[in-house]
Nanobody
């Protein structure tokens, strides 16, 4: 089992920045690929970014590429999402997730463990 706890969400003006953190406990964190997803009211959960187990490869949704950066610190069992140049359309609940396979996947159902989410609200 892996427990995931997100933090760092909040209210920010358009153009601002936030850094989300996801702390993991349980089985070896470095064994998991990690992803960030988001879900806005009335919309499906969507992929934001992912990082491979070693941290050497990252992937981003087109809507956030160039503005968001995912990283991980395996010594601290934590994955981060640095969000810059935020837009009102980035408003959503942000979730981190862990997957135990070696796949590179952007599909939420492929992930094995989820955090409870943290709210990000970007005002115009």
């Amino acid at each position: 089992q892996v427990q995931l706890v997100e933090s760092g969400g909040g209210l920010v003006q358009a153009g601002g920045s936030l850094r989300l953190s996801c702390a993991a406990s349980g089985r070896s964190f470095s064994s998991y690929g990690m992803g960030w997803f988001r879900q806005a009211p009335g919309k499906e959960r969507e992929f934001v970014a992912l990082i491979r187990r070693s941290g050497g490869n990252t992937y981003y949704a087109a809507s956030v590429k160039g503005r968001f950066t995912i990283s991980r610190d395996n010594a601290k069992n934590t994955v981060y999402l640095q969000m810059n140049s935020l837009k009102p359309e980035d408003t959503a609940v942000y979730y981190c997730a862990a997957e135990i396979s070696v796949r590179v996947t952007t599909t939420p159902s492929d992930y094995d463990y989820w955090g409870q989410g943290t709210q990000v609200t970007v005002s115009s």
